[in-house]
């Protein structure tokens, strides 16, 4: 098999192998290939020691020198160099005790979590698969190298990765790998909250998220993802549903694209429902105020595993207003857009969107129509440049000082005043309209 390696890959090994070291591009790289997709980075593993790794490359950063990892730069890209190595016993489920150092490329790979990310290709020896990587991509199977206890043993996360790499290739987990999930899923408690997040974030944007379901199957939630479990069940007697909470949000998840904002919006978007699921005499389900909640649990859960504030920001009011609904007039979304946020209201539409199309054929067009309007009426305020927000105002606070008014909460309570004059009626946005209206209200 041959692998078109990118020239500065080349040139990395090349360069190892003429000062007689051993050298091969590693991993999900050769993997991404072999499937002809585009790998996002290219590793390379070696024979040779971080120090001589150093010695032969004019740029380099001792990333990980510890783990024999050394970060090799030509021009702006960067490329991580590791030194064949045996890990050491794990006592924590994360990191080995001690690391070793090997110059036999089989006892590198024997370490590594998957089948299909234990292949080592260069263009001399051509591809390296000793655990049947090959095999298990043509299967399409995800496979620990060796024993699966052993792997999970090692780092815990890649019981998460499992299904991860599942979503990601669509590939379904090897059974004996799947049981050794299931047995030692609890022991995922020990890995940090960045890691579980970075990884269900992957599992989240990739084209298969609703795999996120086997992890409940396995085990996995329960422990990284408790609120997912408190779904699954959850009927939904409504006119308006056809799927459990759970199912709901599957089919929501995959009804938007794979950007992690929305993604995590239509994972957290109804998690407050079993929290706030009535029924009548009738028999029908009521859920309301879940919105709020919802919001409160997808705060919580992304500080759990320390998520960026901006990133949180945007999440939970996606939450907060995905079931905000108002007949499209104009008028109507110039105040959506000034209650949701300009930037973020093509994501509210997307996010309505994806949770329509998740529900029953129930009044399923008239839903989708008034969406689609709202989003010519949104692309309409934006091409008219109309005010939607205080600093659109024509007046600001100097003006409003400028006829008297003091600094303070009043003159704050007045421009607000002025923006919801403004937003029932773009044309009122002249200064001199504004300036006649503020003199009216304080008799001047």
Not at 235 to 256: C, G, I, S, W
Not at 289 to 301: Q, Y
Not at 330 to 357: H, T
Request: aromatic letters at 6%.
């Amino acid at each position: 098999m041959k692998i078109e390696l990118p020239g500065k890959v080349s040139m990395i090994i090349n360069n190892l192998q003429l000062h007689g070291y051993e050298a091969f591009a590693v991993g999900g790289c050769v993997r991404d290939s072999i499937l002809a997709r585009r790998p996002e980075d290219w590793d390379i593993t070696t024979s040779a020691k971080p120090e001589e790794v150093k010695r032969l490359f004019r740029r380099t950063i001792d990333t990980g020198i510890e783990h024999g990892t050394v970060t090799v730069l030509i021009g702006k890209d960067s490329y991580e160099v590791t030194t064949y190595r045996v890990d050491g016993a794990y006592e924590d489920s994360r990191h080995p005790k001690e690391v070793r150092f090997t110059n036999r490329l089989e006892e590198d790979l024997m370490r590594r979590d998957f089948t299909i990310n234990a292949m080592a290709y260069n263009d001399e020896v051509r591809l390296v698969d000793v655990f049947g990587g090959m095999k298990d991509l043509n299967h399409h199977l995800i496979r620990c190298v060796g024993d699966p206890k052993e792997r999970f043993s090692e780092d815990a996360l890649r019981i998460l990765r499992a299904v991860r790499f599942s979503a990601q290739l669509d590939f379904p987990i090897e059974t004996a790998t799947a049981e050794a999930i299931r047995e030692l899923a609890p022991s995922l408690e020990k890995i940090s909250a960045e890691r579980i997040r970075t990884e269900l974030v992957k599992l989240l944007v990739s084209p298969h998220p609703e795999r996120i379901q086997d992890a409940c199957e396995l085990g996995i939630t329960k422990i990284i993802l408790p609120e997912w479990d408190a779904m699954v069940g959850v009927e939904q007697n409504t006119p308006h549903h056809k799927y459990d909470v759970a199912a709901h949000t599957l089919h929501a998840l995959k009804n938007v694209k794979p950007d992690k904002v929305l993604r995590l919006a239509m994972l957290f978007h109804d998690m407050g429902k079993p929290d706030m699921k009535t029924t009548d005499e009738t028999g029908r389900d009521h859920f309301k105020g879940h919105a709020l909640v919802s919001e409160e649990i997808a705060r919580r859960i992304m500080r759990r595993l320390k998520f960026d504030n901006e990133t949180v920001k945007k999440v939970t009011r996606l939450v907060c207003y995905h079931d905000y609904r108002v007949e499209a007039t104009p008028r109507n979304v110039r105040r959506a857009m000034n209650r949701i946020g300009v930037e973020l209201f093509p994501y509210y539409l997307a996010v309505r969107m994806a949770d329509v199309k998740a529900q029953s054929p129930y009044r399923r067009r008239e839903k989708i129509e008034n969406i689609v309007a709202m989003r010519e009426l949104y692309q309409e305020t934006i091409l008219n440049g109309d005010c939607v927000t205080l600093r659109q105002l024509a007046v600001g606070g100097r003006d409003l000082m400028g006829l008297g008014m003091k600094p303070g909460r009043e003159l704050g309570g007045m421009l607000s005043e002025l923006l919801e004059f403004v937003l029932d009626d773009p044309a009122r946005n002249e200064k001199s309209i504004l300036c006649n209206y503020v003199k009216e209200k304080l008799d001047l």
